[in-house]
């Protein structure tokens, strides 16, 4: 069956540092895979999307991977702040219409 | 404009009530979603209206009735729902099948 895994639940850094997310997938062979932000009670707020003919994606402190050999993205924000804290989600198309979540990765960022 | 606005934002009902969440957008986005989400899960596709025509039901329970009356807006109608159907239910659009979906804030919904 399909599948969607996020490394970790949660994942607390330093000010400053880089911050990295993985998500891994089996049985999927996605044309894109999106990446979201959620912040608690709120929706899901869409960060960027990567297609299966690139390999990186940046955009201001984003930066996205896409490794369709192993079969994982990772979703990097570097010079990390407070404020980037909230929970992120991966996103898959099983179909044309359906999107399919990853359980998302909580992320901390310490001052 | 790229909001995607919802009501209301909170609602509790009892198990006999019936009640109706609201969902907005004037994108000019064809395809319409709701999804549902429980504490610390992520969201699950519940229903897809494209061309305001729902095209997707993920077997939701009958409980829950989606409703399009025309491409900028989406309702759900809710009645004799169960206690665990209480969770933040989600609205979002996009301007075609597999394009970014926008989300709105969603509406926390308590059933007692």
């Known amino acids: 069956s399909q599948k969607i895994e996020q490394n970790s639940e949660a994942l607390n850094i330093q000010e400053g540092k880089t911050a990295t997310l993985t998500c891994n997938y089996t049985?999927?062979?996605?044309?894109?895979l999106q990446w979201y932000r959620q912040d608690p009670g709120r929706g899901p707020v869409f960060l960027l999307l990567i297609r299966e003919n690139e390999k990186e994606k940046r955009k201001e402190r984003l930066k996205v991977t896409f490794d369709t050999t192993l079969k994982q993205s990772l979703f990097h924000i570097t010079a990390s702040q407070p404020a980037d804290s909230a929970t992120y989600l991966c996103a898959l198309p099983r179909s044309a219409r359906q999107l399919t979540f990853g359980s998302g990765t909580q992320l901390t960022v310490l001052p | 404009d790229t909001e995607v606005t919802q009501t209301p934002k909170h609602l509790v009902m009892g198990m006999t009530n019936k009640k109706s969440l609201k969902c907005e957008q004037h994108m000019g986005h064809r395809a319409m979603y709701w999804y549902k989400q429980k504490a610390k899960k992520p969201p699950e596709l519940m229903f897809v209206y494209s061309y305001e025509k729902l095209s997707i039901n993920e077997s939701v329970p009958s409980r829950f009735s989606p409703e399009c009356p025309n491409s900028s807006l989406l309702n759900l109608h809710l009645h004799a729902l169960q206690p665990e159907d209480s969770a933040l239910y989600l609205c979002?659009?996009?301007?075609?099948?597999?394009?970014?979906?926008?989300f709105g804030p969603g509406t926390r919904l308590t059933v007692l």
């Open positions: 979002a659009s996009s301007q075609g099948p597999s394009d970014t979906q926008y």
């Open positions: 049985n999927y062979s996605p044309a894109y």
